[in-house]
Each structure stands twice: as structure tokens, then as C-alpha cells.
Nanobody, 124 residues
Framework: QVQLVESGGGLVQAGGSLRLSCAAS????????MGWFRQAPGKEREFVAAITWSGGNTYYKDSVKGRFTVSRDNAKNTVYLQMNSLKPEDTAVYYC?????????????????WGLGTQVTVSS
């Protein structure tokens, strides 16, 4: 059973940066496509970014393109989300997800494994 643990969330002013980490254990991390999702209060969980098992391809929600960067270190079983130029509308709980079905990187239902999330709050 794969376990995912997010870290790096916090409170930051608009325009600031945070780097989220997601450490995986209990499985073959390097085989899995990984994703980041977020959920704001009263809203549905939404796709933010994804990266293929090799790191060769990355995908982003339109509103975070150019500001967020997803990366991974398979030797450390860790995936990262570097978030720059943060905006108040980025405030949410951010979740790491793993094991997406082929072609399902954008879909929450496609992922087999989830972390418990880390809170990101961006003040104006």
C-alpha cells in the first residue's frame, strides 16, 4: 500500500512562494504518474499539476502555468510543487496523488493513492 505525505504548506503573502513536497513510501514510486490537486472551502477538488513517471512530461491547470512547477526525484521517492507568485485564489488544501490511470492525469478519480493534504493560505 502506497502512502503519501505532503509537507511545506503554510501562510504566505500574495506574490510569495512555497514549495510543497510529497514523500511516498510502500510502493514503487518511480512507476507512478503523480499529481497535485487542491480544494478550497466550498469548492470541488481540482487538478493543479501532474508529472509522468519519468518526469518527462508535465501538465498544469491553466491558471497556474508559468507560476507553478512540478518535479520529482525518484531516488528520494518525492514529488515537488514549486509555487511562485502566489495569489489569494491559490488558497486551498493541496493534495498529492499517485498512480493515475493511463490518460487520467487530470482526473481525481483516476488516482489510486492520496495524501492527507497540506494547507496553503495566501493573504492579500
Amino acid at each position: 500500500q502506497v502512502q503519501l505525505v505532503e509537507s511545506g504548506g503554510g501562510l504566505v503573502q500574495a506574490g510569495g512562494s512555497l514549495r510543497l513536497s510529497c514523500a511516498a513510501s510502500g510502493g514503487t514510486f518511480s512507476r507512478y504518474n503523480m499529481g497535485w490537486f487542491r480544494q478550497a472551502p466550498g469548492k470541488e477538488r481540482e487538478f493543479v499539476a501532474a508529472i509522468t513517471w519519468s518526469g518527462g512530461n508535465t501538465y498544469y491547470k491553466d491558471s497556474v502555468k508559468g507560476r507553478f512547477t512540478v518535479s520529482r526525484d525518484n531516488a528520494k521517492n518525492t514529488v515537488y510543487l514549486q509555487m511562485n507568485s502566489l495569489k489569494p485564489e491559490d488558497t486551498a488544501v493541496y493534495y498529492c496523488a499517485g498512480g493515475a490511470a493511463v490518460g487520467g492525469d487530470y482526473l481525481a478519480a483516476s488516482y489510486a493513492y492520496w495524501g492527507l493534504g497540506t494547507q496553503v493560505t495566501v493573504s492579500s
